[in-house]
């Protein structure tokens, strides 16, 4: 069951969440770490947390911060580190834009 305010949301706004959940073809350098051809950006966006999850890559000083493996930095635009408020905006960058 969806919360009331999250309802109204999908509703008002139809067209900014299809662009989180349509589905897309992906460039390799993500094919390789989702495994697969084509996802959603919500999904791409969930597989990189549940990975960072996994893998302990939180900084214990800094819950904000994320230190990048080898993997995640080749997805993340080579960034040693980077702040949770950074992850959508740097997944967004490998999803193509829809003409209008």
Not at 26 to 49: E, K
Request: aromatic content about 4%.
């Amino acid at each position: 069951m969806l919360p009331q305010v999250v309802k109204k949301g999908i509703t008002d706004k139809p067209k900014k969440l299809a662009n989180l959940i349509d589905l897309a073809n992906l460039p390799s350098t993500l094919i390789d770490f989702v495994g697969q051809s084509q996802i959603s950006r919500l999904g791409c966006f969930m597989h990189v947390w549940s990975y960072i999850k996994a893998n302990n890559l939180l900084d214990p000083n800094n819950k904000n911060v994320v230190n990048c493996d080898e993997k995640l930095r080749r997805i993340l635009l080579g960034k040693p580190q980077v702040e949770l408020v950074e992850l959508p905006t740097l997944i967004k960058l490998h999803f193509p834009k829809e003409p209008k």
